[in-house]
């Protein structure tokens, strides 16, 4: 062991008590706190946030740091210090680059841009949005640039923040295989899937029952209760102090059955990650999962890959039409199996379903190229949204707010992250086909027999925690690198089963 990283440790272990209680905080307040409480304890949070940079950017940081990066420190170091010294870099390159005077404008304004988009989405009025969208658009452009190396170009700088396997090259022709292939097929599932009568969904569910078989879909799926708790929210989301203490929530609709459940499996799959990741590496800067991307690789897997097959649904079918005799008595298993799996393109990415889903996220990533490398006119947005919208999938929004306007993350400047979403679900495709040669899936899931498919992706994946990258992970497990044409494959062989296709 290195005796200079020793000397990092107290820096190590404090910004990370700093940031779990900000952690904290924020799952308070998007959980159980009052509503009144948020304007007073957000000066809390601010302090917090505030020591917490300061407990890593300093110059006794930076000292060590230096004498890290020599060769004959970097001699002494393993291999997880030598991961979290990477981690640490990447954090002092992105917050030191940027003049702290433009950083406090920035986060200033940030705020104020996300009000003002909840605000135009109301009133359906993007031209509210528009001015606010250029500043923080103007923002961002400058900060990564200050990043920029070898004639790149920004855009490419703020995709790697999210996925640093993944720059335009690679994205441009994931994307083209995906239009070239999916765009097709979805009309002609579409045109099938259209006499699959899904009236049941939207009955009434309890949504006492529905909290209940909710939490026995969690149980089911792997969650361990006594490292983890569930609790509502307006979105479901996860959050992990650390690997014994990792939390998730859900939103029931009374008149919707699947939302929560989805919404649950998928929350699962993320807190699986997390709970798996090593005892060594949690409460460090590797002790998360590795990207955006291998994150929603293990939610999207559980919730599409597994929590909508038939094989998944078939020990516990009757237990969910037991919670609901009324509703689901006449509903057969393969008849449920296609509802949950019936594509209605849907003008709203939240809502769409496994197929549609990648050609919103195309849609996103070419308008933000646009707005990056073409100096697309920010006015005229809309009109580029609706176009794209037409030509994919055939619909047009009939306003801005379900359209240009339904997405948060613009306002908050998080361009780049779009793409992790569908990035996700070709490695969840990619990881499926490994598993499919290893073991018998299939008769897993009909026995109702879990185990071996978490054992399988803590073993390779989760318990690495972020001292691997995408790529390293997919590679060692897979054999090869990330590769599209498996999540293509699974779309096509899936779709054209259920819908008969030939
Ligand atoms: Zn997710």
Known sequence: ?????????????????????????????????????????????????DEY???????????????????????????????????????????????????RAFNELAPVANRVWTKAKKDNKY???????????????KFAGYRVKDNKDPYEILLADYEECFGIKELD??????????????????????????????????IDKQREFCKFLCGYVGFDFNRGVIAESAHPFTMQLHNHDVRITDRYIEDNLESAMFSIIHETGHALYEMNIEDSLTQTPVGGGTSMGMHEAQSRFFENIIGRSKAFWEPIYDKLVGAYP???????????????????????????????????????????????????????????????????MGISP???????????????????????????????????Y?????????????????????????????????????????MEVTGEEFNADYYIKYLKEKYEKLYDIV
């Open 173 to 206: 022709i994931f994307f083209e295989k995906i239009k070239k292939e999916i765009i097709p097929l979805l009309a002609k599932v579409s045109a099938k899937a259209d006499a699959v009568d899904k009236s049941y969904n939207s009955l009434k569910y309890d």
């Open 398 to 432: 009939k306003d801005d707010a379900s359209g240009i306007l339904q997405d948060t993350h613009w306002s908050w400047g998080e361009f780049g992250y779009f793409p992790s979403y569908a990035i996700g679900s070709a490695i969840a495709s990619q990881l499926y």
């Open 1 to 49: 062991m290195s005796k200079t990283f020793e000397m990092l440790r107290p820096y190590l272990d404090k910004s990370m008590a700093l940031q779990t209680a900000r952690s904290l905080f924020e799952w308070d307040d998007q959980t159980t706190a009052p509503f009144e409480a948020a304007k007073y304890t957000s000066r809390v949070v601010g302090i917090l946030s």
């Open 434 to 474: 490994k598993m499919l040669e290893v073991m018998p899936l299939e008769q897993y899931l009909q026995e109702g027999n879990l185990t071996p498919i978490r054992e399988f992706l803590r073993d390779s994946i989760h318990k690495y925690g972020a001292t691997k990258n995408t790529n390293q992970l997919l």
């Open 53 to 103: 940079m300061k407990s890593l950017i300093n110059d006794d940081v930076r000292q060590i740091m230096n004498k890290l990066m020599e060769d004959k420190e970097q001699a002494e170091l393993t291999d997880t210090e030598k991961a979290i010294i990477k981690e640490l870099n990447k954090t002092f390159e992105q917050l030191e680059s940027i003049p702290p005077e433009e950083y």
């Open 326 to 392: 009324d509703n689901l008595t006449n509903i057969t298993l393969d008849h449920f199996i296609k509802g949950i799996n019936k594509p209605a393109s849907s003008l709203i990415r939240t809502e769409a379903d496994e197929l549609s889903y990648p050609l919103h996220i195309i849609i996103r990533y070419e308008t933000e190229k646009m707005m990056f490398m073409e100096d697309a006119d920010i006015e005229k947005l809309p009109e580029v949204w609706n176009q794209k919208y037409k030509d994919y």
């Open 127 to 141: 031209e509210d949005f528009a001015p606010y969208l250029k500043e923080i658009l103007e923002y961002k452009k």
